[in-house]
């Protein structure tokens, strides 16, 4: 027991190693398992005649001649197999048949199979032993024969009216050239997996992931490499598997940022980006091969969308010219800087003469190499607390909006930088630098734009004491410039949301009041100049907020009553829409004037709904979570959770990162961007519902790291010894078994819009 206690000590580097190499050789051979079983034998099939009633049979006179059907004209369509309807007589049926695509007297393919498997009147799946691509013009033609044990065996094809009067006619000889005439129930089958795809496209997938977890094991506890570089290897190859994992346009709004994303790149190369059409939609000039894909809405998912975009990537050669148009979403209202390295991958695309399917993926990948040359400055940034930003920038709900085309990669990862910078400010012994304060003012100005409730994290700077900005006087100046550009920004490009938010409400009064505080301001603020330190006068300013409380209590009551909408019960009713919503949804005016309505939403949404908003924020509800409803494993969605907590630790013999002033200013911030996130969905929640629709946890991924350094300095738990390497190794292997499972939620399900 000695010499082995005194091995393992001695090699537990190694040991521990072997051991990370198993637990994920254990959990990719788990995945590749359940996507082989959830993957094999899938079929695709779209209808080519089903008229047909009472499912009319015709049996051939000679079963080895058999029956002959005529197929439509093709031009270029890939043909896997077909589907038919047999009839059996009511029994089943013993021997064979076969199923030949023939052209000119030729057989192309064909399909061998066993009578027994032909039920009687249902449709059967005959998969060609290789699949054809059709060429142009028509004179295919399917031969099916038949070779029965017994005279009694009997089989045939169902039919529908409108054939020839003399049933004893075989098929082949009933149907004219016409395919109108040609009335066997058919269907082609466009897609099939087979019984391998599965594994074989698995493979290359499992060995990215292994190579990233086992890379940066390697990293983090052989080389001890720095905790940037380490990050950014882990967020590259993470990444990169979630841009393959996730389908294409399975991502949040993903179809949507996609068409922004083309628009800009059609802008940088002077071309039109979304117009209006005649009719009012939204048009968007496109390649050909591209608007065959495009959508208004989230893509399907499923085992054969992967095979559709895997066959589909390595295509080349295709024009470059915006010969077509596609009907794409109403434009986002964001800042064009957001899509630009999305729009980048998109023109080397279009450069390279690769299809839809390579586009987005490129797409992708500029928006992932952003993210990760953003998060990897913000954990180089930081002069403390470096797991944190590790583990958030790590977090699968980062890592998946950065690995698809979003609006959000640019938001996450300049949030996270701007944290950085204002812990530098927090913890700094000297002024910060020209180009530290620099920084602080852009990313201040340009969060809010990028989303509107974002403008509450410039509150992020305020807590920074007046020494690192090279004074009093010189703080409250850089502050005040934060604020500014930070409502400047806002202002800019949200103007319009606000507009539509306030459209209820009675500004006229609303006007009417600021009229006669802002004097009252600036008389107090006078006031405070000349009196502010004798006690009288704070005596006085304390009664006087108190009354100021009071006055603002009742103008709020007076706007209040003459804002938002009053339904009658058969108003109310004529609002209701075929999928049980109203068309009247919440603004400030109806906020303002049903009170106890919005109390109660809120009150139900906060405690039917949190849950979903943790999982949302680590990421453990892949894709469009209104829209496809998958979940992760709640061990996952805890074992995100604690990583995340243990990242926020300190040891036991460290002080406090942070002044107690600076926790609750970072609380503060955090609680504001979800009060403002809760605010935005209320105003698009229906009134009729029962929850706020459309809130989602990611939502808070930017202001996590400043959660969790709240979280982290409360002195509750710490850390008896440093850990960083654990933390870090556990936060990437966690975020690729988030990736796995949602590979095969992905596969497994069979939403198709």
Known sequence: ??????????????????????????????????????????????IVHDEYVEKQGLYPTDPAAGLVQGLPAGAGETLYGVRLMFVTDGRVAQGTFRVALQRGGETLTACDGDMTMLLDGAFVDVIFASPVTLGKGSGYQLHVTFAPATAEDKAGLVCGEGVQADPAMPLADRLSSDWTLRTAALQYITNYTGSTYALKTFAPLAALVFFAVMGGWWLLFVRRAKAHWCFAFLAASLGLVFALVTPPLAAPDEYGHLANACALANRLTGQPGITAGENGENLLAMRACDAVYMREDSGPIGILAYKTMTDELFSTGNDGALTATAKVSAPYNVLALQYLPQALGILLARALGLGFHAMLLLGRLGSLAAYVALAAAAVRLAPAAKNIFFAAGLVPMGLSLAGSVSADTLVNGLALVFTALCLRGFLADRPLGRGEQAGLLVLAALLGPMKAIYLALAGLAMPIPAAALGGRARSRLFKALVWLAAAAGWLWCNGATVRYMLRSVDTYRIVFILFRLVPAAALAALAWLRWGRRPWFKKAALAAAAALVLVLAWAAMWVADNSGISLTPEEYAASIQPNGESTYVYSFGYILSHIPQTVKLLTNTLGSQLPRYLQGLVGTLPGEPIVYGLELSWLLTIGLLAVLAASSLRQADQPPLL?????????????????????????WTPINLTTVFGMQGRYLVPVLPAMLLVLGDNGLLCLRRDASGGIRLSAAALGAAAALQSLVLFASAAYKP
């Open 659 to 683: 002044r107690r002033s600076a926790r609750r200013a970072l609380g503060l911030v955090a609680l504001a961007v979800f009060a403002l996130a809760l605010l935005a969905a209320l105003c």
């Open 1 to 46: 027991m000695e010499r082995l206690g005194a091995f393992i000590k001695k090699h537990r580097l190694w040991l521990g190693g072997l051991c990370c190499a198993l637990a994920a050789a254990f959990a990719l051979c788990w995945a590749g398992y359940t996507l082989q079983q959830a993957g094999k034998n899938q079929s695709e099939y779209r």
